[in-house]
């Protein structure tokens, strides 16, 4: 199949602890892999992005390494602060005549002082 | 900046009403999606259009229709409401069909029928 799985949460992390939020994908091939956040309130915004295998996306701290040998995308942060707390997405692209995106359910991230 | 707003952040709605919710992008960007994100599910996509008049089925488009009359604009419209149409609607923007360009998102839209 074409799917997106992501652990669900909700994540409560202490301030300046490390944090991961495991993706995995089923698909054909080698589909760009994506990392959105949603921060309370808003809309989803591209966090980072690794378009073949071995590429790592980093953004804000963030980073993910494109593993086709275990079709994961894991996001990890060295030490989290309060103002990360939102809900991350894991997604992938798919190919059709419109290159759509596959979201996984998605991780809620709460950060305590 | 891309700015894509939507026209209500909340919005409550009887059960057999007909609904539109409207975005607006201001970036010229030829692609325009419509989302509905619920808890545990997601993003799951509606409706996709990749020009001015032009429309393309996404996963879940039953009970849903889709115009977009000028570029900037998209509406999504919801024929007659249901309940199992409640959650949070987001629509998107993006500049071109090409998984190289990002999807730019508004604030989203609750949406209650009840």
């Known amino acids: 199949g074409n799917s997106v799985t992501q652990m669900e949460g909700p994540v409560t992390l202490s301030e300046e602890a490390f944090l991961t939020i495991n993706c995995t994908y089923t698909?054909?091939?080698?589909?760009?892999l994506f990392w959105y956040v949603q921060y309370p309130g808003e809309g989803l915004q591209l966090l980072l992005k690794?378009?073949?295998?071995?590429d790592k996306g980093s953004n804000k701290g963030f980073e993910a390494t494109y593993r086709k040998e275990t079709t994961s995308f894991h996001l990890e942060k060295g030490s989290v602060q309060v103002s990360d707390s939102a809900v991350y997405f894991c997604?992938?692209?798919?190919?059709?005549?419109?290159?759509?995106?596959?979201f996984g359910p998605g991780t809620s991230l709460s950060v305590i002082p | 900046d891309v700015k894509v707003t939507q026209s209500s952040r909340y919005l409550v709605k009887r059960t057999g009403e007909k609904v539109f919710l409207e975005c607006v992008q201001d970036?010229?960007?030829?692609?325009m999606f419509w989302y509905r994100q619920d808890p545990g599910l997601g993003l799951r996509l509606i409706y996709f259009?990749?020009?001015?008049?032009?429309?393309e089925k996404g996963d879940i488009p039953e009970g849903y229709s889709v115009s977009r009359e000028k570029k900037e604009r998209f509406s999504l419209i919801l024929e007659s409401a249901s309940t199992n149409q409640t959650s949070m609607y987001l629509c998107?923007?993006?500049?071109?069909?090409?998984?190289?360009?990002?999807?730019?998102f508004g604030p989203g839209t609750r949406l209650t029928v009840t």
């Open positions: 998107a923007s993006r500049q071109g069909t090409g998984i190289t360009y990002e999807q730019y």
């Open positions: 698909a054909t091939g080698y589909p760009s």
């Open positions: 690794a378009t073949k295998a071995d």
């Open positions: 997604a992938r692209e798919m190919k059709t005549s419109y290159d759509k995106v596959i």
């Open positions: 970036m010229d960007h030829e692609n």
């Open positions: 259009s990749y020009d001015v008049k032009m429309k």
